[in-house]
């Protein structure tokens, strides 16, 4: 462990940094500015922070900027991703080079793109996320999707328990206290993280990603 991981475990802003997963510690205190996921509960709300009580069981400040983005997150079926639709989706590969869901996003009409592409994720070890359009939709046989991004394309299988939510643009009035979050952020070299960006469950639903 370096000087600097040391001093901000020792600090006042410790739990900013032993709530995340181990590997991107490390990473985050040797490179600041890196972005990091971070899932929990909100405790405490602020015009410009929240805290957060991540799922790994410490308490995070997490600060707002001006540009953070904020999505709700509803939930959804099966029924509602059609050829076309843009989706997200953390999955894990099979023996057959198959992805296996572990959950499904939909976005809007208005949010087609973001993300494109197909890359290492942080939810499971060994899991990825795929963001584009979908192609073919099969659910009568195994429901498998097949998700076009640019320059490659991925079959991905949605079990029956598979989490499947929309995600929509939202605005700071969705961030309350106990309302359950995955946030992107970042951390400055002093140790502060800066949520990029947020989804925040709608009714009671938690983000599955």
Do not use: C, W
């Amino acid at each position: 462990m370096n000087a600097m991981l040391r001093h901000l475990i020792r600090g006042a802003s410790a739990v900013t940094l032993v709530t995340l997963f181990t590997a991107g510690l490390a990473q985050a205190a040797d490179a600041p500015g890196m972005r990091i996921g971070v899932r929990g509960e909100i405790t405490g709300v602020s015009p410009d922070a929240l805290k957060v009580h991540a799922n790994s069981g410490e308490n995070l400040v997490i600060n707002l900027a001006k540009d953070t983005q904020v999505r709700a997150v509803t939930l959804a079926n099966i029924e509602d991703i059609k050829p076309g639709s843009y989706i997200g989706s953390a999955a894990v590969p099979q023996d057959d080079g198959t992805l296996k869901a572990l959950e499904v996003h939909v976005f809007p009409p208005e949010l087609a793109g973001s993300g494109d592409g197909h890359r290492p994720f942080d939810l499971a070890k060994g899991s990825s996320m795929t963001n584009g359009s979908v192609g073919d939709l099969v659910v009568s046989n195994g429901r498998v999707l097949t998700v076009n991004y640019k320059g490659g394309q991925q079959k991905i299988l949605v079990p029956e328990d598979v989490p499947i939510v929309n995600l929509v643009p939202g605005d700071r009035s969705l961030l309350k206290v106990g309302v359950k979050i995955v946030t992107f952020v970042t951390q400055s070299a002093d140790g502060r993280l800066t949520a990029q960006s947020i989804s925040a469950g709608k009714d009671g639903v938690a983000p599955p990603m």
